[in-house]
């Protein structure tokens, strides 16, 4: 296979995946959320896709997985292998500035901090601000929303409650 | 990988993972007890999240032990076909939920303990256990998070609240004992740098607890003798109701699938 070719199949694999939506987040796709690791190509021709779970326990994870294998043989990118990678851990850094704008649009506040400022979780709390009126007086009611990667807040100046992408 | 290890290394191994695992395993399926009982909605998707990272820190850990012991068994294999005593996860994750102090008291003992424990074996010489340390303990520190500011709203709420948490911790802290009991095995995972050190784990831990029980004004009860060893499969009664929910379906049908 030429050079050009298999270029031409890493990037319609790309494209495809840009079209898998987290399962949870309509409109965030997994490219968004920086779950896949690499789309390499192997010696024996297979394309290789290295996809990232976010929880240990996310059931997404397995959803995920099955809409990235359908996405890709549907635009007949060839033999292909979805591998899962553990390590590095996904991180909420790797979440695209493209992602974190989705995540503004339907009102869930994206991470305000990176992970390595994170050290110290148990003793650091940084106001998280409210996406509908801007105000930071704002709590947290609980560590865990409907589903792992989100904390539920609720804005002590506007009364209403959001979701918070944790930083992970 | 640790596909090089064979004889008496894997069969340490092996039942060094399945103590892990083993813990997370238990822990979540009691968690998951509290699913549409738990006293707000908040708490019952806490407590629900938390029980699915513990199912998923047990589904690696499992499935990895299977791997090391390389005759074919799968993490359902381990989950739902092995008895009682086969269990290797110390007592206190057993332990029923009692209240939801009582559950709380459980949790902030266990989160400080796995949280401590993984960020040291994220350094272990175990790759797949140094990557699922890794991963793990960062989600642990949502569960520390989640529990230990419980245990401060609890201990540092009401009298009945802080009577009922005080009395739960009084429970439970004998069981504590044993995770730190240091045996022939964690020496050995020790020694290989597979594991941390328990002593420097308990260290930590007693850190992060004192300063925790102080914020909560709960006082720290006394260590005592302790006979249990859920770490070599001696476990208390309560185990084995919760195995019987949890395997029924596989020991009534077996191989059934959704």
């Given at each position: 296979m030429s050079a050009a070719a298999a270029e031409n199949r890493a990037t319609n694999a790309w494209d495809a995946l840009a079209s898998v939506e987290d399962p949870e987040i309509p409109n965030l796709s997994i490219v968004d959320l920086g779950l896949i690791r690499g789309v390499e190509l192997r010696a024996d021709g297979t394309l290789e896709v290295a996809l990232s779970p976010t929880y240990v326990g996310c059931p997404a994870t397995d959803v995920i997985r099955r809409s990235v294998e359908l996405a890709l043989a549907a635009a007949g990118v060839g033999a292909f292998a979805v591998t899962s990678v553990l390590s590095p851990a996904w991180s909420s850094d790797w979440i695209t500035a493209e992602g974190r704008r989705k995540l503004e649009i339907q009102g869930i506040v994206p991470p305000i901090e990176t992970a390595s400022s994170m050290r110290d979780l148990l003793r650091h709390h940084q106001p998280v601000g409210c996406p509908r009126c801007r105000s930071i007086d704002t709590e947290c009611i609980s560590e865990f929303g409907s589903t792992p990667c989100k904390a539920l807040h609720r804005c002590r100046a506007c009364l209403e409650p959001f979701e918070y992408f944790k930083c992970i | 990988m640790s596909a090089s290890i064979a004889g008496p290394d894997a069969q340490a191994l092996l039942r060094y993972v399945l103590r892990l695992g083993d813990m997370s395993l238990v822990l979540g399926q009691r968690l998951g007890e509290w699913v549409g009982h738990a006293p707000a909605l908040e708490e019952d998707l806490g407590l629900a999240n938390i029980a699915l990272d513990m199912i998923g820190q047990a589904r690696l850990l499992l499935t990895y032990a299977g791997e090391v012991e390389a005759?074919?068994?799968?993490e359902d294999d381990f989950a739902f076909l092995r008895e009682h005593g086969e269990y290797l996860n110390a007592v206190l994750a057993e332990q029923p939920n009692g209240d939801f102090g009582q559950t709380i008291v459980r949790q902030v003992l266990i989160d400080a303990f796995q949280l401590e424990l993984y960020e040291r074996m994220a350094a272990s010489t175990d790759q797949r256990l140094a990557a699922i340390a890794a991963k793990s303990a960062k989600e642990v520190r949502y569960h520390l998070r989640y529990s230990g500011g419980w245990l401060v709203r609890l201990g540092d709420g009401t009298e009945e609240s802080h009577a009922r948490v005080q009395s739960a911790l009084h429970t439970l802290w004998p069981y504590t004992v044993e995770l730190f009991a240091e045996d022939e095995l964690d020496r050995a995972m020790a020694d290989r740098g597979v594991a941390p050190r328990l002593p420097d784990v308990k260290i930590a831990w007693d850190r992060r607890i004192d300063e925790l029980l102080a914020e909560a004004t709960l006082a720290r009860p006394q260590d005592r003798p302790y006979s249990w060893f859920g770490k070599r499969g001696q476990h208390s009664e309560h185990l084995g109701y919760l195995l019987a929910e949890m395997q029924h379906l596989q020991r009534a049908h077996p191989g059934a699938r959704w």
């Amino acid at each position: 296979m030429s050079a050009a070719a298999a270029e031409n199949r890493a990037t319609n694999a790309w494209d495809a995946l840009a079209s898998v939506e987290d399962p949870e987040i309509p409109n965030l796709s997994i490219v968004d959320l920086g779950l896949i690791r690499g789309v390499e190509l192997r010696a024996d021709g297979t394309l290789e896709v290295a996809l990232s779970p976010t929880y240990v326990g996310c059931p997404a994870t397995d959803v995920i997985r099955r809409s990235v294998e359908l996405a890709l043989a549907a635009a007949g990118v060839g033999a292909f292998a979805v591998t899962s990678v553990l390590s590095p851990a996904w991180s909420s850094d790797w979440i695209t500035a493209e992602g974190r704008r989705k995540l503004e649009i339907q009102g869930i506040v994206p991470p305000i901090e990176t992970a390595s400022s994170m050290r110290d979780l148990l003793r650091h709390h940084q106001p998280v601000g409210c996406p509908r009126c801007r105000s930071i007086d704002t709590e947290c009611i609980s560590e865990f929303g409907s589903t792992p990667c989100k904390a539920l807040h609720r804005c002590r100046a506007c009364l209403e409650p959001f979701e918070y992408f944790k930083c992970i | 990988m640790s596909a090089s290890i064979a004889g008496p290394d894997a069969q340490a191994l092996l039942r060094y993972v399945l103590r892990l695992g083993d813990m997370s395993l238990v822990l979540g399926q009691r968690l998951g007890e509290w699913v549409g009982h738990a006293p707000a909605l908040e708490e019952d998707l806490g407590l629900a999240n938390i029980a699915l990272d513990m199912i998923g820190q047990a589904r690696l850990l499992l499935t990895y032990a299977g791997e090391v012991e390389a005759r074919g068994r799968t993490e359902d294999d381990f989950a739902f076909l092995r008895e009682h005593g086969e269990y290797l996860n110390a007592v206190l994750a057993e332990q029923p939920n009692g209240d939801f102090g009582q559950t709380i008291v459980r949790q902030v003992l266990i989160d400080a303990f796995q949280l401590e424990l993984y960020e040291r074996m994220a350094a272990s010489t175990d790759q797949r256990l140094a990557a699922i340390a890794a991963k793990s303990a960062k989600e642990v520190r949502y569960h520390l998070r989640y529990s230990g500011g419980w245990l401060v709203r609890l201990g540092d709420g009401t009298e009945e609240s802080h009577a009922r948490v005080q009395s739960a911790l009084h429970t439970l802290w004998p069981y504590t004992v044993e995770l730190f009991a240091e045996d022939e095995l964690d020496r050995a995972m020790a020694d290989r740098g597979v594991a941390p050190r328990l002593p420097d784990v308990k260290i930590a831990w007693d850190r992060r607890i004192d300063e925790l029980l102080a914020e909560a004004t709960l006082a720290r009860p006394q260590d005592r003798p302790y006979s249990w060893f859920g770490k070599r499969g001696q476990h208390s009664e309560h185990l084995g109701y919760l195995l019987a929910e949890m395997q029924h379906l596989q020991r009534a049908h077996p191989g059934a699938r959704w």
